[in-house]
């Protein structure tokens, strides 16, 4: 797949394309017609011929614009469905317009019909060439493509680690090279010898990619390697130990006509981060209306309990280290958060590990609220705001951020959310300090289908109660 990848794949893929959405046109007229669905389009009708260029043109160049057929952004089945989706919305709305000035005497079924058939048609195959892909791979020998890793540290096995969930696509990595081996085999792959060897195994041993994972310090060394590698017929790139940096999901961009590394750029950006944010007013909105009578229900019964205010406010830092208010009910007696260190449990490296289960400051009520986390309804409101996601790392204290490591502040690159991947993986039952690594693991991870299954997730986790103190 990887090699299948060239400049001939991608015109096939956008000669399929482009006659998937010439047919979705008149599948669309013949769907609306035969099942009737728009009662006052005679049956005998046809699309003007004028339609069909038109919505050619359109398509064509929103999907050249939005680089869908670039070959570098199209590896990951995530990332490319959400640029076809992208696309497509793109062009539908385009088209849209151009219809409205012209042809507005098509139905708005027949338009509606269009658009969902060729959005299936244009993933549906997509799926189908990955599926033939993985399938072929298993029963014949595939064409490979040999690559060798330059550094056998933190980021080279990082490097390692990725390339195998691409296995399918034909990335075989024969091996690594470095001055300072840990050992004779890493990841289970072999140490093929120093860096001043790496031209002679590209040449032994047939390399086509040449991936250079040297940690800082080392990248010294980087500028000779390079110059005697570019006499030989191999691809080199470079990976930026951004796991010295403490970044997550860099980006390389141009400035001035110079190249630079983007290193506090959002995780989550563009048509991903505009399907979060929808997703998330809807369901706050939806929420907040279907939960109104149970929160008044609960500001009343908190308001009886014990004295003091109904919502506890709290401060948290959201998004790229950002201060925020958090919402909730107080489940504690007033001034019970002053009281923090004396209830929480240290392990020998003063990392918090968890709460007390029997917290003497909780009330009654409280009590009843935490184990059906209904405390946390109020945080609706918060994510209306925007000050949090539905989904996402949980926002931290202030003081507890003071003695993070420097490696932990990756975490608030993402909106910090309600639920996340460690609230369904333990929960308060699992040691305060392993939840940045569950929160790594979704920012690393990060997409809609991801958070979906979080939302799922978290349903069932609540109902158990497990883990909810």
């Not at 951004?242 to 390389?252: G, I, Y």
């Not at 001034?335 to 918090?352: L, P, V």
């Not at 029997?358 to 009590?367: H, L, S």
Request: proline share 6%.
């Amino acid at each position: 797949m990887y090699k299948r990848l060239t400049t001939d794949f991608m015109v096939f893929m956008f000669l399929c394309d482009l006659s998937l959405t010439l047919i979705a046109l008149p599948f669309a007229l013949f769907i609306v017609t035969t099942f009737t669905l728009s009662p006052n389009l005679p049956p005998d009708v046809e699309l003007p011929t004028a339609i069909y260029p038109m919505v050619a043109f359109v398509w064509m160049v929103t999907f050249s614009i939005l680089s869908v057929y670039d070959p570098k952004r199209v590896l990951r089945f995530v990332e490319e469905v959400q640029l076809v989706a992208l696309a497509s919305t793109i062009a539908a709305f385009v088209l849209a317009g151009v219809l409205y000035l012209s042809y507005r005497d098509v139905s708005r079924y027949v338009f509606l019909v269009f658009l969902s058939a060729d959005l299936f048609g244009l993933i549906a195959y997509r799926v189908a060439i990955r599926a033939y892909c993985r399938l072929s791979a298993q029963v014949r020998p595939r064409e490979t493509t040999r690559m060798l890793i330059v550094g056998a540290g933190t980021l080279g096995c990082e490097t390692a680690r990725a390339l195998r969930a691409y296995d399918w696509a034909g990335l075989e990595v024969i091996g690594f090279v470095d001055d300072d081996p840990p050992e004779k085999n890493v990841e289970g792959l072999p140490m093929l010898g120093a860096l001043s060897q790496a031209p002679r195994i590209v040449r032994e041993m047939n390399v086509e990619e040449v991936l250079v994972a040297l940690p800082l310090p080392a990248q010294s060394r980087l500028i000779n390697l390079v110059a005697e590698l570019q006499k030989l017929p191999v691809r080199i790139k470079v990976i930026p130990d951004f796991f010295s940096l403490a970044f997550v999901k860099a980006q390389v961009q141009t400035l001035a006509g110079m190249p630079v590394i983007s290193l506090r750029e959002p995780a989550i950006s563009g048509f991903p981060r505009f399907v979060k944010r929808l997703v998330d007013l809807a369901v706050s909105l939806v929420g907040i209306v279907l939960t109104a009578p149970l929160m008044l229900l609960i500001a009343v019964v908190v308001k009886l309990d014990s004295p003091g205010p109904i919502l506890f406010r709290q401060q948290r830092v959201g998004e790229n280290g950002k201060l925020f208010w958090m919402l909730k009910f107080r489940t504690m007696f007033v001034g019970a958060d002053t009281q923090n260190e004396k209830y929480t449990r240290n392990s020998e490296d003063a990392k918090i590990v968890q709460k007390s289960h029997d917290d003497p400051r909780v009330t009654r009520v409280g009590r009843l609220l935490r184990r059906a986390s209904l405390d946390e309804l109020p945080q609706l409101f918060n994510v209306l705001a925007g000050n949090m996601s539905l989904v996402g790392p949980r926002p931290e204290l202030p003081g507890l951020v003071e003695k993070y490591d420097p490696w932990q502040y990756q975490r608030f690159v993402v909106p910090q959310g309600m639920t996340g991947w460690w609230q369904v993986n333990g929960r308060s039952d699992k040691p305060m300090y392993l939840h940045t690594e569950d929160d790594l693991h979704y920012v690393r991870n990060y997409s809609l289908w991801f958070d979906l299954q979080i939302l799922w997730k978290t349903i069932a986790v609540v109902l158990r109660g497990k883990g909810a103190f």
